[in-house]
């Protein structure tokens, strides 16, 4: 485990200063490998030590094994906050909780398709993204590493500067904002990663609206 990050900042630009955003502890590190949070594995393991040697620790039994069926769509429902994946019979392969857009900065409607998929991304911030809490003109580069702001994988959709990508803070997926993109855990990122493969359609669904 480790090396670990003395401090994460807390502003995507001083961000760019790092040589690689890594885990800044052995606790995140263990939270991500078995699919949980930091506070969950905390509230498991009351006065437990996740830097000591030898600590016996409760966590979460995750499976890992990919799926060997192959995906035919993918569902980005709006209104459930939801990440589907049918195969071509129309079973579900996979389902995950997403955080899809915002206010400020919408998702992307209609029908898309996969064009790419980068593990341990760089992310590049352009100036004209005009991202809230982002105090600069000039573009930056953070550098790879599991506290990237697209986590550990980058799934590029047909639409220039969307994505699917995993983020460092699994405790907001489903329920804060995004800046636009389609926005899961690091694991489920992985995990629909290995599904995928260039040209795959990606379906956006709006939030069901009644007539009453």
């Known amino acids: 485990m480790g090396p670990f990050l003395e401090k994460l900042p807390s502003k995507m630009e001083e961000m760019s200063n790092l040589q ?9 590190e263990i939270a991500e490998r078995f699919h949980m949070s930091q506070g969950l594995l905390t509230a498991l393991n009351p006065g437990k030590s996740f830097a000591r040697t030898g600590e016996t620790i409760l966590v979460a039994n995750v499976d890992n094994d990919p799926l060997d069926q192959k995906v035919a769509r ?10 589907r994946v049918y195969a071509g019979d129309d079973s579900l392969l996979f389902a995950a909780p ?3 857009g915002s206010s400020e900065k919408p998702a ?10 980068t593990h341990n991304p760089t992310y590049r911030y352009n ?3 005009h991202f809230k ?23 590029g959709l047909s639409l220039n500067g969307y994505g699917i ?7 907001k997926v489903g329920k804060d904002a995004s800046h636009g993109c389609i926005r899961l855990t690091n694991w489920d990122a992985l995990k629909l990663a290995a599904m995928l493969k260039r040209g795959i359609p990606v379906a956006f669904l709006e ?4 007539l009453r």
Do not use: M
């Open 207 to 210: 939030p069901y609206k009644s």
């Open 133 to 155: 809490g982002v105090h600069t003109n000039r573009p930056f580069t953070i550098r790879p590493g599991p506290n990237n702001p697209v986590g550990v994988v980058w799934i």
């Open 20 to 28: 690689h955003l890594s885990y800044t502890s052995p606790r995140q």
């Open 165 to 171: 990508h995993g983020t460092p803070d699994p405790s």
């Open 74 to 83: 993918i569902e980005v429902d709006k209104g459930k906050r939801e990440l």
């Open 108 to 117: 992307p409607g209609g029908n898309l398709r996969v064009t790419s998929v």
């Open 98 to 100: 997403a955080t899809i």
């Open 127 to 129: 100036p004209a993204y």
